[in-house]
Every structure is written in C-alpha cells, then in structure tokens.
C-alpha cells in the first residue's frame, strides 16, 4: 500500500456544546441504560461534581475526587475498589486531562462507559490514548476503548481556570493543531480542524486573557480545543510531542507549562520545512505564526524557559540524544545537535 494513504477515525460517538450543557448529564446516563454512576472529579470541581451528584438522584453511586496527573496505577486501583464496592455500571469525568485520564484507565479496566466533562483545554477526551504511570515510567497505550463515548463540553466549567491555567492549556491545544498541520498523512478532515483550531485559539485566547469571564469569548476557546483534541487524536505528533513527552515523563515538568513554552520554540524550527502548515498558519494569525505564539506564551506569570521551570542545563544534550535516537515523524530532520540549539534557545 502506498504511502500516501490517509486514513480518518473519529472518536467521541457523541458531543454535547454549549452553557448549562451539564445539565443534561442525567439524561445522557439514562441514554446509557446506566444505574450507578461513578463520578471521578478533579478537587477543582467539587461543587460541580457535587451539583451533578444531587441530579442523577438515585443513579449516583459514589464520587472518586483525587485524580493525579500521570495517571499512576496505584491512584487507579484505589478508584477501581471504588467502583467494586459501589457497583458501578458508568463513569462521569469532570476535570482536565488527569481527572479525563482516570476514567479512562477504570473503563478499559471495566469496560463501564464515560460521559466526559473538560474543564481545560488539553484535549484528552477526543482521543483514545491514555498515559500511565507505574514505578515512575510513563508508558502510552492507544484503544478505541480509552475514547469517552459521550463529550459534554460546557463553556461554564471553564470560566474558573486562573490565567496561567488558561494560557498554557489553550497552547496546549494549539499544539495539537500545529502538529496536524504538519503531518503530511493528516486527512482533509484533520487540516480542516487544525486550521479551526488554530483560529479559534488565535482570536480567542487573547480576548479571554484580557476579560477572563467574558462567556462568549470561554465558549469560542473551548470549541477551538475541541477541534485540537480531534486533532491530537487523529494526527500523528512530532517534535514538540515528543519534547514534552521525554522532558514531562523524564522530569517531571509540568506538562501544560512545558507545551506553553516549547511551541513557538519548536514552530522556528520546522515551518521553514512545512510550507503548507506555514502558509495556514500565516493566513489564521494574519503574519508571523511563530511571533503570534511567542508574544502569547511571554503572558505567562509564571515560568517561561526550560532552566526557570527547574531542568538543569547539563542535560540538554542527554535529552537531545534520545530524541534524535528515535524521532516521532516530522517535517525537518531531527538531529541531536539542532534539538540541542532548539533546547538551548528555551532554556
Ligand atoms: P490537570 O487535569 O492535571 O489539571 C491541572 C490542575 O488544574 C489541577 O489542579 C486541576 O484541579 C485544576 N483545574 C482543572 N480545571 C480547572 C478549572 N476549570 N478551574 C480551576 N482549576 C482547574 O491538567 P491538564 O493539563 O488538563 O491535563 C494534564 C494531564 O492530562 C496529563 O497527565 C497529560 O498527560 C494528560 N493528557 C492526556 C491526553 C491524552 O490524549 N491521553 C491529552 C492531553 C493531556
């Protein structure tokens, strides 16, 4: 078969949008023939969790609310008993990519199904992959089965995220759409996302970073990270993947600050190399795609370099090496000495 075949998979079988769409959670249970539901519930979502519990009445079971980043195994086993002693027959998620990430890990245990509730921009429930963590090494596996089967995206839940959150999930999300814009097997359906995306996250992250509770402008950035979680899902990812992955899973940086800061670091390097993405991203940013992402990642009020987020300089080559050694498909070749320059120039 040829190379050039592309092949297009969606997850997600059904989405929900809009303010207020939590409320709908009960009737989507009952969709799902489900009795007992599990809620699994980041602490930042508390009173939502506790609000969703008060409205599935009798088809609430019990509520899991310390889903951790990464999610290690032994969180997961603690939920599962969980869900063993209160027989549970369904999961509702409501957090970002840890609590999202969880719920994955107890359906494809169980085989419960997932209504999924984001409350950051990360994107996990588009996608069937799921990264756990076990004696400290990450390890990703991808499976139909991992996808929620029910996305409810309500603007409202994301109207709490402080302004550091909100910056560098949403450049989390941008992330996704660059590198689908630069996958040369991504379909027509994937570009067309990530060009959606990136708009929506273009136009829209400013307004929200000046006016953090202006409704439209929250709902306009989800829909974007809707498209770049579709996006992550259905391309494959490159280079800036696979820096956060290495420097996220190796030491320990937090993974949303680590997209922030590396994205318009990783554009430089390969636009040159992928015309296509160059010329859409230019189109949506209207000029410099690179300049755009970098005057928004200098919003950050917290670390915005590799050596202020706490990675030693001295492994910079290290890091390198391994990523040369065995690179993630993309546009310009990667080679330990100019990763070496890209990390250097971030740190
Ligand atoms: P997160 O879920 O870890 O949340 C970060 C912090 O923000 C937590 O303390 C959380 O309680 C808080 N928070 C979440 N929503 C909030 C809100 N609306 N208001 C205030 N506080 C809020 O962060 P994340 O970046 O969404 O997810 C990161 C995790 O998800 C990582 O483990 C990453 O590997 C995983 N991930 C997986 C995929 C995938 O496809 N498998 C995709 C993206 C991320």
Redesign the pocket.
């Known amino acids: 078969m040829g190379t050039d075949i592309r092949v297009h998979e969606v997850y997600a079988g059904r989405v929900l949008q809009g303010a207020g769409a939590r409320g709908l959670v009960p009737d989507e249970v009952d969709r799902l023939g489900a009795r007992r539901v599990l809620v699994v519930a ?4 508390a009173e939502v969790a506790q609000e969703t519990a008060a409205a599935l009445g009798e088809r609430y079971a019990a509520t899991f609310g310390r ?5 290690p195994v032994e969180v997961t086993a603690e939920a599962l008993a969980l869900a063993r002693e209160v027989r549970a027959d369904a999961l509702v998620a409501i ?7 969880l719920s ?1 890990a107890l359906a494809i245990r169980t085989g419960m199904p997932q209504v999924a509730l ?14 756990e963590t076990e004696y400290g090494v ?1 390890t ?1 596996r991808r499976d139909p089965a ?1 996808a929620p089967g029910t996305v409810v995206y309500d603007p409202e ?6 302004h550091g ?1 909100t910056l ?2 949403a450049l ?1 999300a941008l992330a ?1 759409a660059v590198e689908a814009l630069w996958d040369t097997r991504a379909s027509a359906a994937t570009r067309a996302y990530g060009v959606g995306a990136a708009d929506g996250i273009l136009t829209a992250l400013p307004v929200v970073l000046d006016h953090p509770s202006d409704a439209d402008a929250r709902a306009r950035l989800q829909e974007a990270a809707w498209l770049a ?1 579709a996006c ?2 259905q391309a494959r990812m490159g280079l800036h993947h696979q820096l956060a ?1 290495v420097l ?1 899973g190796t030491y320990g940086l ?3 600050e680590l997209h922030a800061l590396l994205l318009a670091h990783v554009m430089r390097f390969d636009l040159a190399a992928a015309p296509d993405a160059t010329a859409r991203l230019r189109r949506v940013a209207g000029g410099d795609p690179v300049r755009a992402v970098a005057a928004l990642a200098a919003r950050h009020d917290g670390p915005t370099t590799l050596g202020a987020l706490g990675l030693p300089r001295t492994v910079l080559r290290e890091v390198a090496e391994r990523v040369a050694a065995a690179p993630y498909p993309n546009p310009r070749p990667v080679t330990a000495d100019a990763v070496e320059e890209l990390l250097l120039a971030a740190w």
Request: glycine letters at 16%.
């Open positions: 980041a602490p930042s979502s889903p951790v980043q990464h999610t957090g970002g990519g840890s609590a999202v990430g994955k984001p409350t950051t921009y990360a994107g996990s429930e588009a996608t069937p992959v799921l990264g990450k990703t991992l839940l994301t109207l709490s995220m402080p959150l560098t999930s989390n996704h979680g992550l899902a992955h996220g937090p993974h949303a």
